[in-house]
């Protein structure tokens, strides 16, 4: 009896031993709020046919997109943005080995779908997400609040080409050239009397090219000095070359004033972050969203300098991916200009917008001159601004002015009647004659509607919202995240990585 007790005992001991032996399952190591768990069952619910395109049929097995897509989003939320590093979690990291079902991408094959196949389709991966988030009623698409930062690029903070430095050179070339051409004939006039005159208006490569051969023709056995010798042999051997090259750096700065020759989609920007404190410029891209209870609704990435120019385009994409505009749009006074006041109305958007100078007229600092035009007082049935010694100023004409993205603004012209021996015409102004006016009514009457809504009981609600809504997801990217420069260069690219960082703070912040 005491032998079949020890050999029960000592089976049971040994069968214990043996499920000690069997490891734990990865699905029984993860907890069940991790976060890991939302990007999973959120990416699987996402439609992600528009990247299955990417993938053309033959060659040799790949990794599913969707385990891959399911990886580059938990490492965006994970702070990790390096290819390297998610290879190497990949083979470290429970959560990333439960997520991945084991596979092991290298870093080259991540980084070529992040910034390949994602191209052009995360942007529809991330409104399926935002979609979720609506039918799960933690947002609505109606009320958006809108704010922009700047993101510094990865490219060379010192390979810089500046649109006035080439414009400079361009003009000097013009000028040198103008100079040896007045010289020549000076010397050799009867040699170019049956050349065409050289008009150096507009000059490019090949017109510097011909117009140094001309000259070298001319002075042909002529006593020229050896300085315009060497002048002209400089000329030939670097202007057209510089020319070509200036040419081709004016269509990559199309319209800006700035590029970096490591990036060229970047622009240099002024940043908050400067570590040299000096105020330096650096390469940079300005990243805007667009917020709901700091839940990510739409982003845009843009080379401007100011939020100003971008919040219709950054709208246009809005509608773009949700087929419909939101009906109220709050936003700080870098977006208070008659451009974007116009297109908030002609979509009919309610536009808590504020102008340059609301926020100081509302804590009555005042730094205007007590004489500007928007001081004076209009009489809106006469059509007549008075002066500040009462005198009218009447109207006498309309002037157009077209900015830089085409958008022309309307002024209408007032002038004084007689300024001469006015006590305050010093202070007043600076013009010889009768002091003249220039209004834009346009924006003076939108920036009193815009006043209107936000001094509304409505536009108190959103003007105090604003401020915890939009800003503290940049501040969580910037500080808690630590992203604080792109991995990846170029406008396409760049959207990539922060659509990946907009739908990993949405599902992180959905699974808190």
Not at 111 to 124: H, M, P, T
Not at 168 to 180: A, F, G, M, V, Y
């Amino acid at each position: 009896m005491e032998t079949i007790k020890s050999t029960k005992v000592k089976f049971k001991e040994y069968a214990q031993n043996q499920i000690m032996l069997i490891p734990p399952s990865l699905e029984e190591m993860i907890d069940v709020n991790h976060p890991v768990r939302i990007v999973n069952q959120v990416i699987d619910r996402v439609d992600i046919d528009p990247l299955f395109v990417k993938y053309k049929g033959g060659g040799t097995s790949s990794y599913h997109p969707r385990m891959l897509l399911k990886v580059v989003v938990f490492a965006y939320l994970s702070n990790i943005y390096s290819s390297r590093r998610m290879e190497a979690t990949l083979k470290e990291n429970i959560h990333f080995m439960w997520i991945s079902g084991m596979n092991t991408p290298d870093h080259n094959t991540i980084n070529r779908f992040r910034s390949e196949r994602l191209k052009g389709v995360l942007k529809q991966v991330f409104g399926k997400v935002v979609e979720l988030l609506v039918v799960e009623g933690l947002v609505t698409l109606k009320e958006v609040y809108v704010d922009g930062t700047k993101i510094e690029s990865k490219a060379n903070r010192y390979t810089f080409v500046w649109g006035k430095a080439i414009k400079t050179s361009k003009e000097r070339i013009k000028k040198q050239l103008e100079e040896l051409w007045d010289y020549t004939q000076t010397i050799a006039n009867e040699e170019l009397q049956d050349t065409t005159p050289a008009s150096f208006e507009q000059i490019d490569s090949q017109k510097v090219t011909d117009t140094i051969n001309k000259i070298n023709e001319a002075l042909k056995d002529k006593p020229v000095s050896k300085k315009v010798i060497q002048k002209l042999k400089y000329a030939a051997r670097n202007w057209p070359e510089s020319l070509d090259r200036y040419d081709i750096q004016e269509k990559i700065l199309n319209g800006r004033n700035s590029f970096s020759k490591t990036d060229p989609d970047a622009t240099f920007m002024r940043m908050k972050e400067d570590h040299m404190l000096n105020g330096q410029l650096k390469p940079a891209y300005n990243w805007q969203i667009s917020t709901q209870d700091q839940f990510i609704l739409n982003y845009s990435i843009h080379q401007n300098r100011t939020d100003t120019k971008t919040l219709s385009s950054h709208l246009q994409g809005f509608n773009k991916l949700y087929g419909q505009m939101p009906a109220t749009v709050t936003a700080d006074a870098g977006y208070g200009s008659e451009q974007n006041y116009q297109f908030l109305a002609e979509q009919y958007i309610q536009a808590f917008v504020k102008d340059n100078y609301f926020d100081k007229d509302q804590n009555g600092i005042d730094k205007k001159h007590p004489f500007v035009a928007d001081k004076l007082y209009y009489n809106a049935e006469t059509d007549c601004y008075y002066c500040p010694m009462g005198q009218p100023m009447r109207r006498i004409g309309n002037r157009t002015q077209t900015n830089h993205d085409g958008f022309i603004q309307s002024y209408t012209c007032y002038q004084a009647q007689n300024c001469q021996g006015c006590p305050l015409r010093a202070m007043c102004h600076e013009n010889t004659g009768n002091r003249v006016i220039k209004v834009n009514h346009q924006l003076r009457l939108l920036k009193a509607e815009a006043r209107a809504l936000l001094l509304s009981e409505e536009g108190i609600k959103h003007r105090k919202k604003r401020p915890w809504d939009v800003e503290p997801v940049f501040g969580n990217i910037k500080y808690n995240k630590g992203f604080k420069r792109f991995m990846l260069s170029g406008c396409d690219k760049v959207e990539i990585e922060v659509g990946l960082l907009s739908i990993a703070h949405n599902l992180k912040k959905w699974s808190c």
